[in-house]
């Protein structure tokens, strides 16, 4: 197995956000190797070949990588700490396991735009989406913290277009 394990170094409470928690960790190897994988998969990805570094965000869960160092931020407690690294552990060995497949992307991704996203949606603020206007849901988008489909008027056929716009920006 090419990753045995990843060890808790400290759990500490989130800056950002109160009531999460942040962890440092670190891996039984050093995961370099495997990160352009990791950066062809996640459209959240930052990742610098350079200095062996990769960020990600999945589930509203931000991962930072460098070399075998792991941070996980923004979970809400232990219990799913534990479930996080088990599925990361696995989801790096799958990785290891495929990679003579799978297509590694050395490239730094570019967000889209938010003033983009906003032109294309609604702009009525009906808050169907759960947030409080159409700009903070495009922020949402902007950081990938969220998906098109959460927002239903998108769905109706006089926004056909930018729907499909917006569906080609992220792809
Ligand atoms: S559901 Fe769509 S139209 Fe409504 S506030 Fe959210 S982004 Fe704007």
């Not at 219990?79 to 992307?105: F, K, Q, V």
Request: aromatic letters at 10%.
């Amino acid at each position: 197995m090419f990753l045995q394990s990843i060890d808790i170094l400290d759990v500490d409470l989130c800056v950002q956000l109160p009531d999460k928690f942040v962890a440092r960790t670190r891996a039984s190897a050093d995961l370099k190797e495997i990160m352009p994988y990791l950066n062809g998969m996640f459209r959240t990805s930052v990742y610098n070949h350079g200095d062996g570094s990769i960020k990600f965000t999945n589930d509203r869960v931000e991962y930072t990588i460098i070399n075998d160092q792991v941070n996980i931020a923004k979970f809400a407690n232990r219990t799913e700490l534990h479930e996080l690294l088990d599925w990361l552990r696995d989801l790096i060995n799958d990785t290891y396991e495929s990679r003579a497949e799978m297509t590694p992307l050395y490239a730094r991704r570019k967000p889209v735009p938010v003033f983009f996203i906003y032109s294309l949606l609604p702009g009525t603020n009906c808050q169907m989406c759960g947030e409080k206007t159409c700009m903070a849901f495009a922020a949402r988008l902007n950081k990938l913290e969220a998906d098109i489909d959460a927002c239903p008027p998108l769905s109706g056929q006089e926004y056909d277009a930018s729907r499909r716009k917006l569906e080609g920006a992220f792809a």
